[in-house]
């Protein structure tokens, strides 16, 4: 079933899985994404374990029909939930079963059956909630005293993605900081001299960032006829900031036509290149 709104054709999606769903999530919203004029009504149910919960599903299915995906591991909840979309006509996808199957094959073992096994309490899960406290405690400029520390630390004028981008860095392991570079004023030592971490510098189109600016203004009630959100301004503000990060020798990324986690992806190359020269 399908529904039209805002001239865009929106389709039901049903993401089901035994553990948080985000997997499942995220292989839905990519493919989804490949399609022009096309959105997603997404019906979450993760911690599905129970027959009960699998015929709580299949209810909601029947009540808005679309496509299913699933990762389930445990067989018993995965036959009710195909015989139970096989009976309504509604096409019921397993979307890893075909990369465990083959890394089964490879690696000549057996799948063992546990829900949320990538989630487990390991120590890239401990280093994930370290680097997240780090990251709420050392955005914007705060915390200078032990930036240093820092794995990267991000610079770039304001509404330059810095705070989303350190916020997924964290969710990859990275402690990262951000400080921004403020017009007429010097950016702290503390940065300067941080010889162990990373420095990237932010930039972007001066048109698209006026733009963001000026609807930032407009949600916080305020002036928009100000030198933040001048373009003359902006330009001059992000050619100083790119000469800092010229005269520093930092790595430049223009987030203009990035989304967050492509420049996330370049910064942890650039990180990862930097690890092996070391």
């Given at each position: 079933m399908t529904v039209q709104e805002a001239g865009e054709v929106r389709v039901h999606l049903h993401l089901v899985s035994d553990s948080t769903g985000e997997t499942v999530g995220l292989v839905a919203r990519a493919a989804i994404a490949q399609f022009e004029g096309i959105g997603?009504?997404?019906?979450?149910?993760p911690l599905v374990r129970t027959n009960v919960q699998v015929e709580k599903?299949?209810?909601?299915?029947?009540?808005?029909?679309?496509?299913?995906l699933y990762?389930?591991?445990?067989?018993?909840?995965?036959?009710?939930?195909?015989?139970?979309?096989?009976?309504?006509?509604?096409?019921?996808?397993?979307?890893?079963?075909?990369?465990?199957?083959?890394?089964?094959?490879?690696?000549?073992?057996?799948?063992?059956?546990?829900p949320?096994?990538?989630h487990e309490l390991d120590d890239q899960y401990f280093k994930r909630i370290e680097a997240m406290q780090f990251v709420l405690v050392h955005d914007d400029g705060q915390s200078l005293f032990d930036v240093h520390l820092a794995d990267v630390i991000l610079v770039g004028v304001s509404r330059s993605s810095k705070t989303p981008t350190c916020v997924y860095l964290a969710n990859r392991g990275i402690k990262a900081a951000n400080v921004p570079i403020v017009?007429?004023?010097r950016l702290p030592n503390e940065v300067l001299d941080a010889r162990e971490s990373l420095v990237v510098g932010l930039t972007s189109n001066p048109d698209r960032l006026v733009?963001?600016?000026?609807?930032?203004?407009?949600?916080?009630?305020?002036?928009?006829?100000?030198d933040y959100a001048d373009l003359e301004s902006v330009r001059e503000e992000i050619n100083?900031?790119?000469?800092?990060?010229?005269a520093r020798g930092?790595?430049?990324?223009?987030?203009?036509?990035?989304?967050?986690?492509?420049?996330?992806?370049?910064?942890?190359?650039?990180?990862r290149e930097r690890l092996q020269l070391d």
């Open positions: 997603a009504i997404e019906h979450n149910w599903v299949l209810a909601m299915v029947g009540r808005n029909p679309g496509m299913v990762t389930l591991v445990e067989p018993e909840l995965e036959k009710i939930l195909q015989e139970g979309c096989r009976k309504n006509s509604i096409p019921c996808i397993p979307v890893l079963d075909h990369v465990v199957d083959a890394l089964s094959a490879h690696l000549g073992l057996a799948v063992d059956h546990k949320g096994r990538q017009p007429g004023h733009q963001i600016r000026r609807n930032r203004l407009s949600l916080l009630s305020e002036d928009k006829d100000t100083q900031a790119k000469k800092l990060f010229n930092w790595p430049v990324i223009d987030i203009s036509r990035r989304s967050i986690e492509e420049t996330a992806a370049s910064i942890m190359a650039l990180y």
